[in-house]
Every structure is written in structure tokens, then in C-alpha cells.
């Protein structure tokens, strides 16, 4: 399965990005899927996740009422929606696929399936 995101940048303060994730290799499996974020010199967070039917989802709390995740399984294609950006959302940004999503967590395996990431910077 490879995965990849795209839609990274550089944005202002209050500004809005919308992250993509394209996944492909998976002709008859649909996963849950999450992102991921690593600031410099802090470890990889979770921050969003959506469960394969579309009817989970999970948001970590310095995110919720900013960022919402959606997905188009015809597509093949995972989206973040992040609005209100602020300087502290600065990271990479990571998709992945095959992850443990509930509506209290998300949690990234060994099996799951990452892309190579998208760099999000927030100016102030």
C-alpha cells in the first residue's frame, strides 16, 4: 500500500490548509485512516482519525472545532480540513493508513502504512 499526502505550505496565522492523502495498492480493502504531526524536537502525535465507514472520527484536543477529517473511499483519498491555523500547528504532517481509530484515540502499528509526509508552517 503506498500512501501520499500533499497540500502542505506555508500560511498565516488564522489561515485555513486542506491535506490530502491518496492511498493506492489496496484494491478491496478500505482502512481507517489518521494523521499524524511532529513538531521539532517533539515526538509524533496523533491528531485525527476516521474509521473506515466514514462514522468514527477522532480529533485530539488542541485541533477539535479547527481541523476535520473526511474521506472519499471512490477516490481513494483522505482529507484534513484545518482552519484557525495557529503557529503551534507548525509540523509535518503525516498520513497512514490501517491505523486503531476510535472516538477517543487513534493509534499507528507496525503494520500500518505511512506516506513520506507534508510540511504545514503557520506563520504568526
Known amino acids: 500500500v503506498q500512501v501520499q499526502e500533499s497540500g502542505g505550505g506555508l500560511v498565516q496565522a488564522g489561515g485555513s490548509l486542506r491535506l490530502s492523502c491518496t492511498s493506492s495498492?489496496?484494491?478491496?480493502?478500505?482502512?481507517?485512516m489518521g494523521w499524524f504531526r511532529q513538531a521539532p524536537g517533539k515526538e509524533r502525535e496523533g491528531i485525527s482519525c476516521?474509521?473506515?465507514?466514514?462514522?468514527?472520527?477522532y480529533y485530539v484536543d488542541s485541533v477539535k472545532g479547527r481541523f476535520t477529517i473526511s474521506r472519499d473511499n471512490a477516490e481513494n483519498t483522505l482529507y484534513l480540513q484545518m482552519n484557525s491555523l495557529k503557529p503551534e500547528d507548525t509540523a509535518m504532517y503525516y498520513c497512514?493508513?490501517?491505523?486503531?481509530?476510535?472516538?477517543?484515540?487513534?493509534?499507528?502499528?507496525?503494520?500500518?502504512?505511512w506516506g513520506q509526509g507534508t510540511q504545514v508552517t503557520v506563520s504568526s
Open positions: 497512514a493508513a490501517a491505523v486503531a481509530c476510535t472516538s477517543s484515540d487513534v493509534r499507528a502499528g507496525r503494520n500500518a502504512y
Open positions: 476516521i474509521n473506515w465507514s466514514g462514522d468514527t472520527t
Open positions: 495498492g489496496s484494491a478491496s480493502i478500505v482502512y481507517n
